[in-house]
């Protein structure tokens, strides 16, 4: 029988509504692959047993009772430690706020809640959500970086600890450790899911994410925290896309794919762009090249603008009075961020503006974009996160995207296949990789 922490979390949902599991049995099992593999993983900075387990029999006692339950009623997810939880410390990945305590959930932890979900614990981040790499290591070889900033959340939910995990982009921390990992990442549109309450590096790149193993998975959590609040200004009072029922949902026609190597490929190694080769070779008559030119190659100038100048200003009390205790690479970021000029600001801001707004005839033509999600496998070494330049064009502009664990490189590593669609069409994103991922199973003859 395969061990309940294996299932898909739409399985784990059909097992536990028809009564063939309880969430008590499912947590365990959980627990109990954590207790076998995160000595070498390391995916979690704060978690208790019994507390997660006394939440599984509440949820389980929910249940027995007929009350309405929600979409992830019994289902245990991680939470990036710089989502605000009352039941566990926020600490940032920095000793500055070593055993933070709030008194209010991240709005999105409370929709969690309210959907039935289990906070299983908070997972490691990158410091202050940037550069400087926490304790986790990638479950599919320890000497290797899982990727980050939000490292922990992608390796749990790859080592199989959980089905779900909460995570957050502002350049690459979700498309990128999501790749080197093994799993589904989902970066929604800008502005979809609320960051209230979520620690602020630029509140005009910041976008909370998703780590799932399936497609479905993936659907289905952001479902859960996809909506409107008053307390994110960004968010946009609008109905909710109708993701987990578009993976299912069949294309009125198959789906035309624009492969776009995008301004980051020279970065990418050669077994990459081997790779992509032979996937726009399977696809044949389903893709078909664009070249953006040169003209977004200026994206990684305007995007460091922007991040630099937003993250001093957010972190400027946290470094006036623990300069010590923050790494090189950020207090590099920080005075390079206190320098730009007003000017370079707001030009990059319109550049934002104009990038999204110039990519969008695309999608007159093709269903989706087809990239790399990150430019190679997971490097060795545990001193860097890795290079996040395949994710920044489509953070920059706010367009959703989701990185796909189709390929390997050549150390049988992981190599994730990013799929991005226009600003607002998520749904028609899901919809798509859903077709795509079933789509090459069955040129591959996989189960």
């Known amino acids: 029988m395969t061990s309940l922490n294996l299932l898909s979390a739409v399985e784990m949902t059909r097992a536990l509504k028809a009564g063939d599991i309880t969430s008590e049995e499912l947590v365990q099992d959980c627990l109990n692959r954590i207790d076998e593999v995160d000595d070498t993983v390391q995916a979690w900075t704060s978690l208790n047993a019994e507390y997660v387990l006394e939440q599984a ?5 929910h249940r027995r009772t007929g009350a309405p339950v929600g979409p992830l009623h019994g289902v245990p997810i991680g939470i990036k430690d710089i989502f605000d939880t009352l039941d566990y410390p926020t600490q940032y990945g920095s000793p500055l706020h070593e055993g933070r305590r709030t008194t ?214 946290d470094y006036e009075r623990g300069a010590k205790q923050i790494s090189p690479v950020l207090s590099e970021m920080i005075e390079r961020g206190r320098k730009v000029p007003a000017i370079d600001y707001n030009l990059a801001l319109d550049r934002m503006a104009m990038f999204s707004k110039a990519l969008d005839p695309m999608f007159a033509e093709f269903d989706a974009i087809i990239t790399p999600a990150a430019t190679g496998e997971a490097p060795v070494g545990l001193d860097s996160t890795g290079d996040p330049a395949c994710a920044t064009l489509w953070t920059f502009a706010g367009m959703p995207s989701l990185s796909l664990p189709i390929l390997q490189g050549e150390a049988g590593m992981p190599l994730g296949v990013q799929l991005v669609a226009a600003r607002g069409d998520d749904a028609r994103l899901f919809r798509n990789a859903s077709w795509l991922t079933q789509h090459l199973e069955t040129l591959t003859g996989e189960d």
């Open 104 to 317: 209010h959930d991240a709005t999105v932890v409370s929709m969690l809640r309210q959907a039935g979900a289990i906070i299983m614990g908070k997972t490691v981040t990158a410091e202050f959500a940037v550069l400087s790499p926490g304790k986790t290591t990638n479950p599919h070889d320890a000497t290797r970086t899982p990727g980050g900033s939000s490292s922990g959340s992608a390796a749990a939910v790859s080592a199989g600890m959980v089905p779900l995990a909460l995570g957050t982009q502002t350049n690459g921390s979700v498309t990128r450790p999501a790749s080197y990992c093994g799993v589904v990442g989902y970066k929604p549109s800008f502005g979809l899911i609320s960051r209230h309450r979520v620690l602020r590096g630029s509140a005009k790149l910041d976008h909370v994410g998703v780590f799932a193993r399936t497609v479905e998975d993936a659907a289905l959590v952001a479902e859960a925290i996809i909506g409107y609040d008053e307390n994110d200004v960004d968010t946009v009072l609008m109905p909710k896309p109708d993701l987990l029922a578009k993976t299912s949902e069949e294309p009125p026609m198959p789906p035309h794919f624009a492969y776009i190597k995008g301004p980051a490929w020279s970065k990418c190694s050669d077994d990459t762009q081997e790779a992509f080769a032979e996937l726009v070779e399977a696809l044949g008559d389903q893709v078909e090249e664009i070249d953006l030119g040169d003209v977004y190659d200026e994206v990684f100038d305007w995007h460091r603008v922007v991040m630099d100048a937003d993250i001093a200003k957010n972190l400027s009390d």
């Open 57 to 61: 029999k509440a949820a389980d006692e």
